[in-house]
């Protein structure tokens, strides 16, 4: 994923800024250790709120869908947030035929979310027909991989086997891309766009069903109020 | 998107099952999954419930579920093999009016619930007045609960005729309606043995085949510029100036007269590019970047258009204004007038009448509006905007206005 990012960007000519939170990596932030509410608040919601208050970006485009997630489908195209990154859902502006607001004010930023009304599949099928690169852990391949608790947990480096597990190999695919080991993979023979187009008409379970960030007792709610995409 | 795609919009009361019948739909067209399905279903036990309350599918916000009420829009999708749907889900409560007319300014078409124990009621001819008055000419009237009227013809007709006149004083809309049961299923994806007086098209396959005229090709061209294109020279573009943004309405080809609003000036387009080449003609909602034969003073905010079928300036003109926001309308307050890709300074200086949304009556003396009224205003503004009737053209005859904290505080529609 991360090799992608670099030579996609450096092959359109891009300037890509990384930021990470470097102090919480140098402690070794990890699910296990952290528990996975607090491990996301650290390496993913604090890295963005201090890299956009560091390059004072007024707005931050993501790639979020109202159809993923019940408190995304109430999301904006234009997602206010005040001086902490917070989303706060009874202050969003409204939003009529195709005048949007993305007026700020000292200190608040937007979240725009041009893609807001597409679905899985409409994706899928604008990359099949505009032939967009994509990575390529989104098409089926034998991969090595663990049960746990009903996902398809990748068996890399960064996961801690916990007794009794056992790794397997499986033709298996990411509809979603997330950390290791909180993102889960699905059981799939989908190795052309063609193939993940057909899969994505036919699901019958959600996109982000494979990310346990979205499940618990910290919903995705709750991580938009705290500053999350 | 591709006009396979109907956006509608839903309104209901409270209790009149409108959650109910969007979850069935949903999961009947495979547009909720199973994992989001037994989700809703362990909030629903949690909560000491039994079964599956369809709303919770959709009541995304913790307050929402909390309190068994929706607040905020949903936009909700789910496709059958003839079309894909997008749902804007409107809350039925009274002060949350500025929901439905926000979802309804996007949407084609209206699906409006009546409990058929309760007929029209107030709040239903609200709902299609709003709708109406946000430029929806497809109705759907689901008259629902026909399980606890027993399937009664007679109920389903009274209803009936009641919308059909109602509709009919609002004139131009083309209203079907549909007995269901929302709860039991009858009449949304599946036929009903219980209602074998009814003959029409269940309430799915009515969402499947009514036509939305295409009018937006049919209009006069329209086109605001968003950003004018000065790339830095290069040997295939040395010298290249084009204007960019999206066609609001109508088609325009290589060589067709335009004129340039405000100021005017007539030229000609001698190109149409995309990312994908050159083009001959574009259509209503491509985004495009047009090429002028004449070098004019042209910047983001300024209108191209048909030079046969101009639309005016105007520093001074009627609407009909929705207040959206908790601080009430300040007549010759200055606020920030939002139309097309255009920003003014305007004033209201005159509230013509507010009107009463449950009797449809026209108010007035009044001296101010609030949440969720809506009224006829006169608005002033500083810089001339470039408009066209509402009911002629929803893309350059709607606005929205600004306060000084940026809110969205209402949103409104040029009167011709």
């Known amino acids: ?201 036919a699901a019958k379970i959600s996109e982000r069903s494979t990310r346990i960030i979205d499940h618990g007792a910290n919903t995705m709610e709750d991580k938009k109020r705290e500053g999350y995409f | 998107m591709s006009i396979h795609v109907l956006r509608f919009t839903t309104a209901g009361n409270v209790d009149d099952g409108k959650s109910t019948l969007i979850g069935r739909l949903l999961v009947e067209t495979q547009g909720a999954f199973e994992d989001q399905i037994e989700g809703a279903r362990r909030d629903n036990e949690r909560r000491g419930g039994h079964g599956i309350d369809f709303a919770l599918l959709t009541d995304g916000l913790k307050a929402e579920r909390e309190q068994g009420i929706t607040i905020d829009v949903a936009y909700r999708y789910f496709a059958t093999p003839k079309r894909k749907f997008i749902i804007a889900d409107a809350p039925g409560h009274e002060q949350y009016t500025r929901n439905l007319v926000t979802s309804a300014s996007t949407s084609d078409l209206a699906v409006i619930l009546v409990d058929a124990r309760n007929g029209m009621m107030t709040q239903s001819r609200r709902h299609a007045f709003i709708a109406h008055l946000l430029g929806i000419r497809h109705f759907v009237v689901a008259i629902n609960k026909m399980d606890l009227v027993d399937f009664s013809k007679d109920a389903y007709e009274k209803i009936r005729k009641d919308f059909s006149d109602f509709m009919n004083r609002l004139g131009g809309a083309e209203t079907y309606c549909v007995p269901i049961s929302a709860l039991e299923g009858d009449l ?123 639309p005016q300036p105007h520093t001074e003109f009627r609407a009909t204004l929705c207040w959206m926001n908790e601080r009430r309308l300040h007549l010759n307050h200055r606020y920030v007038l939002r139309h097309t890709t255009r920003s003014v300074r305007a004033i209201v200086n005159e509230i013509d009448y507010r009107l009463n949304v449950n009797t449809l009556e026209r108010e007035s003396p009044v001296s101010e509006l609030q949440t969720n009224d809506i009224g006829q205003v006169r608005i002033k503004t500083l810089q001339p905007i470039v408009c066209d009737p509402y009911n002629v053209n929803r893309q350059t005859g709607g606005f929205i206005i600004l306060d000084e904290t940026n809110d969205t505080v209402a949103a409104g529609m040029i009167q011709a």
């Not at chain 1, 852990?137 to 960064?158: C, H, M, Q, S, T």
Request: with cysteine; aromatic share 8%; proline share 6%.
């Open chain 1, 1 to 201: 994923m991360i090799k992608f990012r670099d030579e996609f960007t450096k092959s359109i000519g891009a300037r890509l800024i990384v930021h990470r939170n470097e102090d919480a990596i140098a402690a070794g932030a990890h699910p296990l250790k952290l528990g996975i509410a607090r491990c996301c608040g650290q390496l993913k919601t604090a890295a963005l709120l201090h890299a956009l208050d560091k390059y004072q970006f007024d707005a931050a485009i993501g790639g979020a869908r109202r159809e993923e997630e019940r408190s995304r489908a109430k999301e904006r195209v234009f997602s206010l947030r005040d001086a902490f990154g917070q989303w706060d859902p009874r202050r969003q502006r409204p939003e009529l035929w195709s005048l949007y607001s993305g007026a700020i004010t000292e200190g608040e930023t937007m979240r725009v979310f041009p893609l807001s009304n597409w679905t899985e599949r409409d994706i899928w099928q604008y990359i099949l027909q505009e032939q967009i690169p994509v990575v390529p852990l989104y098409f089926a391949k034998e991969r090595l991989v663990v049960r746990r608790n009903g996902a398809l947990i990748p068996a890399g480096e960064a996961m801690h086997l916990k007794q009794g597990e056992q790794p397997e190999l499986l033709s298996v695919r990411f509809r979603t891309l997330g950390c290791v080991p909180c993102t889960g993979a699905v059981g799939s023979c989908a190795t052309t766009l063609e193939d993940i187009v057909a899969e994505a008409g």
């Open chain 2, 188 to 310: 949304v994806t599946e036929s009903s043995p219980r209602m074998p007086w009814y003959n029409g098209p269940k309430l799915l396959e009515l969402l499947e085949s009514i036509q939305i005229d295409e009018l937006a090709n049919k209009q006069a061209f329209r086109f605001s510029v968003q950003l004018v294109s000065r790339p830095p020279a290069s040997p295939e573009f040395p010298d290249f100036r084009g204007y960019m943004g999206r066609v609001a309405s109508g088609s325009i080809r290589v060589g067709d007269r335009v004129v340039v609003l405000p100021s005017g000036a007539r030229t000609a387009v001698t190109g149409i590019v995309t990312r994908d080449g050159r083009l001959e003609e574009a259509f209503a909602r491509q985004s495009v970047t047009l090429t002028l034969a004449d070098d004019l003073d042209i910047s983001r905010g300024d209108l191209i258009a048909s030079e046969t079928q101009p």
